[in-house]
Each structure stands twice: as structure tokens, then as C-alpha cells.
């Protein structure tokens, strides 16, 4: 099993400002097939980076992903308000599928 | 864009089961895998497994051998999670998710593009 470590585990931060989180995995993802999530309290997750770099239909272009092998890395250039929440990374690429513990985007 | 309608909460004894649903509407059913997802309360996501409607192959965490099975109903486009031998760190949310759409191959027709709003599982004596 593919472990994601995420780091790090709290980012605190200014609207505008630039944001860099990174997902570490024990082993190389295969075909770079890793995602990255956002998830705010109450709702569901909601896809925003697939195949490492491929945006899902519907984010903003603030949202980019990159990496490779097992170094993975979200930024969101300029954030916005509503940015701030609870960030997963998953690697898709080999059963069983594995999550990241997630990084917490607090304002500060 | 596919939706994904979970069945509602559910409040079980320790040492029973629970089956939740997941019916799928605005898209071919048996075109790409569902997936369930639980998130126990303040922590983080886990993939428990997998199941292709089309070949009715599933994949499953090893963390939940032996105590799930994931289900497909091509007939009513549902999906079924049904999780036996509950025990009080089965609380969660159980969610099920699967690629909206386009083209994929190999394992990335499980990317998890469309979600339902999750079904609450609580075990309790």
C-alpha cells in the first residue's frame, strides 16, 4: 500500500497570497495518477486537480498541480476567501487506493 | 454531469451491518467504476473500495477484507456498500464517487469526479 504523507499540516495565510502544498508517497505513483481535493466542513470533497496536473471541469485557473514520480506538489496562486479549507492529496494509480492525511488552510 | 443519490442515515448496533445505496442518474451507469469513500467524524479520507458495474470486478482495502461488499444493481443504477460486523470506529460518513465523464484507461477510470452528499453511519449500543 502506497502511504501519502502531506505536508504540512497547517498553512496559515493571507488572502492574495500564494499557497504550496505537497504529498509525499512511499513509493512511486504509478502514471503520475494522483488527485488533489478540497474539502470545507459539512459538504462532500470535491475533485480539483486529476492526473497530477490535469484540472477538473469547473476550477479556476488559480488551482495547478505538478510533480512526478513520488513528489507532488497543489499551489493556488492568489487565494481567494473561499480557498481556505482542508486539502487531500490521492494517488489512483495501484489498489488499494490511498489518501493523504490532509493540510488544513487556515487565514491568518 | 452524473449525480449521485446516497440513501439516508443510518443508526446500528454493534455486530450488525448496514447497507447503503448510491443511485446514479444523467449518465450510463456502467460506464465507469464507483467508489466508497468514509470519513470518520474530524478525520480524514479512506478508500475502501471499488466495484466495476460493467465486469462486476471489485477491489477492496485490506483494511475491510472480509467485512465489505460492494455492489452493483444495473437494473435500478445503484450502487450498494454494505459493511458487516460494526463496531463503534465505523462511525462515518460513507461516501461513493466515480469519474464524470470523458475518456480514461487503466485505473483512472476511478478518479473520483462526482461525489454524493454522503450517508451517515452511526454505531451505537
Known amino acids: 500500500e502506497i502511504v501519502l504523507t502531506q505536508s504540512p499540516a497547517t498553512l496559515s495565510l493571507s488572502p492574495g497570497e500564494r499557497a504550496t502544498l505537497s504529498c509525499g508517497a512511499s513509493?512511486?505513483?504509478?502514471?503520475?495518477?494522483l488527485a488533489w481535493f478540497q474539502q470545507k466542513p459539512g459538504q462532500a470533497p470535491r475533485l480539483l486537480i486529476y492526473d497530477t496536473s490535469s484540472r477538473a471541469p469547473g476550477i479556476p485557473d488559480r488551482f495547478s498541480g505538478s510533480g512526478s514520480g513520488a513528489d507532488f506538489t497543489l499551489t493556488i496562486s492568489r487565494l481567494e476567501p473561499e480557498d481556505f479549507a482542508v486539502y487531500y492529496c490521492q494517488q489512483y494509480g495501484s489498489f488499494p487506493f490511498t489518501f493523504g492525511q490532509g493540510t488544513r488552510l487556515e487565514i491568518k | 454531469q452524473v449525480q449521485l443519490v446516497q440513501s439516508g442515515p443510518e443508526v446500528k448496533e454493534p455486530g450488525s451491518s448496514v447497507k447503503v445505496s448510491c443511485k446514479a442518474s444523467?449518465?450510463?451507469?456502467?460506464?465507469?467504476?464507483i467508489n466508497w469513500v468514509r470519513q470518520a467524524p474530524g478525520q480524514g479520507l479512506e478508500w475502501m473500495g471499488g466495484?466495476?458495474?460493467?465486469?462486476?470486478?471489485?477491489d477492496y482495502s485490506q483494511r475491510f477484507q472480509g467485512r465489505l461488499t460492494i455492489t452493483a444493481d444495473e437494473s435500478t443504477n445503484t450502487a450498494y456498500m454494505e459493511l458487516n460486523s460494526l463496531r463503534s470506529e465505523d462511525t462515518a460518513f460513507y461516501y461513493c464517487a466515480r469519474k464524470g465523464g470523458g475518456d480514461c484507461s487503466y485505473t483512472n477510470c476511478y478518479i473520483h469526479g462526482n461525489w454524493g452528499r454522503g450517508t451517515l453511519v452511526t454505531v451505537s449500543s
Open positions: 513509493q512511486s505513483v504509478s502514471r503520475s495518477y
Open positions: 444523467g449518465g450510463a451507469f456502467n460506464r465507469f467504476p
Open positions: 466495484i466495476n458495474p460493467l465486469s462486476g470486478t471489485t
